[in-house]
């Protein structure tokens, strides 16, 4: 599994710019309701959410993107952190970290289409699930900018018929975890 290393920093109060939030969260009834509210009454859009538990049944690890300023990510994400059920949280583009999507893209392929499409798929590195022609199916692995412009590159293969993707999933680089953060760095930027 090919894991990128995306690296943070500081870019301007007011510019917005991509973040890549993690949160813990306790496993209870109505918490992403709660959670997802904050972002929408300030009228940001979630770019892309992951929820998935972890070695705790009664915790959970939400992967989040959102677009916005320092400042006003900063602003949201001290709100989330005040949240009953927020165990933890963690601006993973304040610093370092590792970060990966999965894409599962269905092609319907013309004649001469499964060799092209199985080029594509080991430029990439692709995993192959289904080769027939009109359902020829491959998984990827790799950041969101690689699986962008696989599925550009696979119009050029052939049809289209599903892409399916994860949305992002990221832990910080080095000693910190999500768990230890407060203890290791400031909690929002």
Request: glycine letters at 10%; proline letters at 2%; hydrophobic letters at 40%.
């Amino acid at each position: 599994m090919d894991l990128n290393v995306a690296f943070g920093g500081r870019v301007g109060q007011h510019r917005a710019m991509r973040h890549v939030i993690s949160v813990l969260m306790q496993n209870e009834v109505g918490a992403l309701t709660r959670f997802t509210g904050l972002f929408s009454t300030r009228g940001y859009n979630i770019e892309t959410l992951n929820v998935a538990p972890t070695d705790d049944p009664g915790v959970s690890r939400l992967t989040m993107v959102v677009t916005g300023s320092d400042h006003a990510i900063g602003q949201i994400t001290n709100q989330i952190g005040k949240l009953v059920d927020v165990v933890n949280i963690h601006d993973m583009t304040l610093g370092e970290h590792y970060e990966s999507e999965m894409l599962i893209l269905k092609l319907r392929l013309g004649i001469g289409g499964v060799a092209r499409a199985e080029a594509l798929a080991n430029e990439y590195g692709a995993t192959v699930l289904d080769a027939e022609p009109e359902s020829y199916t491959m998984q990827l692995i790799g950041s969101p900018a690689d699986l962008k412009t696989l599925v550009e590159k696979a119009k050029d293969v052939g049809e289209i018929a599903a892409v399916a993707r994860s949305g992002s999933v990221a832990v910080s680089r080095g000693i910190v975890s999500l768990s230890s953060y407060d203890v290791n760095r400031r909690l929002t930027g």
